[in-house]
């Protein structure tokens, strides 16, 4: 498989063809038994996933022509290397010391593109660098700019090492395709718009093109149905949108990864339609939700049908951000068995710890959320937030359902409340248990709308102990 970008109508129906996904899963961990603890499961995804290995053998993008000056473009050299690694079997793709700009990358099956912790990978600004691919785009699929390092029906890859990844966006550039100004709601909302419209009216992937002059920012890593991916210890700064974006993938680990990008939909890492993830001792320092767990937008969530599950995070980080731990709104496929335990999150500018959003027009089943042993300092809204009212509200006629979601052993010391919780009348917020928790610094009492039977074990709102169930 080549590692260039080619675009042709050939293209395009074959990867309209493949809007199914073809990564076989295999069976999925079913109902937990009623004496069971949900949490002896963790260990088992832990278990379950592959973290990839690769031949012997290193390829220096230096010898491919690439020069680490900060100015002279490297994107044919690194993807020459890369080209050489897949072919030769596998192995090591380095970037040694220095400052190396380059278009989009696309990693092959048994390609491993290490950082060394002196070097720098720069995205260029330039629009020519980023051809047309098969991609998602919050949510849904479409033909546009391709993520800056991507993979497509990959297994076994990889990028390590202690260098950084900078895609260079700023005010001046990708930014502004979003960024709101008086009378003008941000480039970016029409093509957004008729992207939506597109996937309603069941417009075939292949036809919904986009790219220059539509301003819809690419993602900055997305292996797409991909399995056996690795992502560890790299820096990663000032991206246009997403920073990790895994698509229908299996077996993804995401570990020791530092991210600070504080731009419009900065969202950390996004694992869509994903099963089998860890997400272990990450930094998050966002413009946007540091984790979010998604599946999918309405029609499109709905037609690939594949939710994201079997996802563990733990002894992660999180300062600036929406929400720590995220699942929506892109929620349509549903989301269930997620874990996130020993924690920590704390930021003024940081709304809320556990984050679920969703509404009428994406729905989605949510089920099996489990927090444990988290520690909050401050958040600027509430510590856990469930809201069907996000964006279009109630119109629609998808009705979402959140069951079994338990929240254990949190603290937290300062919130504007402690439980932010907005069902529908005809679609109450009910199996949400929340014990052993401690929750100090609560300005305002619960917000609550159209809950049912929402327990309270243990609990400690500003000292007042609460064993209650409630109903409103």
């Known amino acids: 498989m080549s590692t260039g970008f080619p675009v042709t109508r050939r293209t395009f129906l074959r990867c309209a063809a493949a809007a199914a996904p073809a990564l076989a899963f295999g069976p999925r961990f079913g109902a937990w038994q009623a004496s069971e603890d949900p949490w002896s499961r963790a260990d088992a995804i832990v278990r379950s996933i592959v973290v990839p290995t690769f031949k012997a053998g290193d390829f220096d993008i230096r010898k491919f ?33 220095g400052r190396f700009i380059t278009g989009a990358l696309r990693l092959e099956s048994n390609v491993h593109l290490h950082l060394d912790g002196r070097s720098t990978l720069a995205f260029s600004h330039d629009h020519r660098e980023y051809p047309i691919v098969f991609t998602r785009w919050e949510g849904v699929e479409l033909m546009n700019f391709s993520p800056f390092i991507y993979a497509y029906e990959a297994e076994n890859i990889a ?10 966006a700023g005010p001046n550039h990708w930014w502004n395709w979003r960024t ?39 993602n900055f890593i997305q292996p797409y149905r991909s399995r056996n991916i690795l992502i560890d210890g790299v820096t990663i700064i000032n991206s246009p949108m ?39 001792g990450c930094s998050f320092d966002t413009g946007d939700d540091c984790i979010a767990l998604k599946s999918g937008r309405n029609d499109d969530g709905r037609r690939l049908n ?56 994406r729905g989605g089943v949510i089920e099996g959320v489990y927090m444990r042993d988290v520690t909050v300092g401050e958040v600027a809204e509430a510590v856990v937030t469930i809201d069907f009212f996000y964006e279009e509200g109630e119109a629609g006629k ?19 409340y402690a439980l932010l919780l907005r069902g529908f009348k005809n679609a109450p917020i009910s199996g949400v248990r929340i014990e052993n928790c401690t929750f100090e610094g609560v300005q305002k009492d619960d917000r609550l709308e159209n809950v049912k039977g929402v327990e309270l074990r243990n609990v400690r709102v500003n000292g007042v102990l609460r064993n209650e169930v409630l109903t409103k």
């Open 242 to 280: 997403w920073e990790i974006h895994p698509v229908l993938s299996r077996s993804v680990t995401v570990r020791n990864v530092r991210i600070s990008s504080h731009g419009p939909n900065n969202d950390g890492c996004n694992p869509e339609s994903c099963r089998d993830v860890l997400i272990d």
């Open 65 to 97: 022509g690439a020069v680490g000056d900060g100015k002279t473009s490297s994107t044919a050299a690194i993807r020459k290397g890369i080209a050489a690694c897949h072919a030769a079997g596998g192995g090591r793709v380095i970037v040694p010391r």
């Open 306 to 361: 594949v939710p994201v599950e079997n996802v563990v995070i733990r002894n992660c980080t999180m300062k600036d951000g929406h929400g720590g731990v995220v699942i929506g709104s892109e929620i349509s496929g549903g989301a269930r068995n997620i874990f996130a335990e020993k924690c920590e999150m704390n930021s003024p500018q940081l709304d809320r710890a556990l984050r679920i959003k969703t509404n009428a027009v």
């Open 159 to 168: 990028i390590t090492g202690g260098g950084t990844l900078d895609g260079q």
């Open 180 to 218: 709101p100004s008086p009378g003008n709601p941000g480039r970016d909302r029409a093509a957004r718009t008729r992207l939506i419209d597109m996937q309603a009216k069941g417009v075939p992937v292949a036809e919904r093109v986009f790219g220059e002059n539509s301003y819809l920012r690419p």
């Open 398 to 416: 998808y009705l979402p359902t959140v069951r079994d979601i338990n929240v254990r052993n949190v603290t937290s010391r300062k919130s504007q």
